[in-house]
């Protein structure tokens, strides 16, 4: 017996089907996401669990070390911890100087100083970077150009000048312009 407009291939039939597989592999495709992002989570949170034990454990040592050196530091004589504290002082100025360069000091100073200036002191502290020059300019024009040129180069900062003075010729002398100037030079350890 045939059923007349009764077609199991017809269109609407291949259409709705197609949906529900579509249907069906997105369903799928979304439960692996899931069980994927659920066992992401596990690993992650067992993980997470692992390094708290672990950080917990080196702060267990951690407070046992220091309990080791107070007990230590307890034990030495309040002169003998001056004594070393006043060494570390020597072998810090030690190392601060070392990393001061003065090669470098003098060739941007040379840089910066004018046929017409003569400096006749440099003082660096050299911990804190701070150079005080004192020297001679023929005029204040030469002095002004100095100062510019100090404060152009990139390794001075915090130029400063802290007194000028006329100076009068002495005998095989020259007239001219004492002064004093402060700065900070930045390029220690270079």
Do not use: C
């Not at 992002?37 to 046992?64: C, D, N, P, T």
């Amino acid at each position: 017996m045939l059923i007349s407009g009764f077609n199991l291939s017809a269109l609407d039939y291949r259409r709705g089907r197609r949906e529900l597989l579509r249907a069906a592999a997105a369903v799928a495709a979304l439960t692996l996401l899931l069980a994927g992002q659920v066992a992401l989570w596990v690993v992650g949170s067992q993980e997470g669990r692992a390094i708290a034990a672990r950080f917990a454990q080196m702060e267990a040592e951690f407070r046992l070390h220091q309990d080791e050196v107070r007990a230590v530091l307890a034990a030495v004589p309040e002169e003998v911890l001056k004594r070393y504290e006043v060494k570390v002082g020597v072998y810090n100025q030690i190392l601060e100087a070392s990393a001061f360069s003065w090669t470098g000091l003098l060739v941007e100073l040379e840089r910066s100083v004018p046929p017409s200036v003569s400096l006749s002191e440099i003082h660096p502290d050299l911990a804190t970077g701070q150079v005080r020059l004192r020297g001679v300019a023929r005029s204040f024009d030469d002095l002004g150009l100095f100062l510019r040129g100090l404060e152009e180069r990139t390794v001075f900062r915090d130029v400063y000048l802290l007194h000028q003075a006329d100076r009068k010729a002495t005998p095989g002398g020259q007239d001219g312009l004492e002064f004093a100037v402060n700065l900070v030079y930045q390029g220690r350890g270079r």
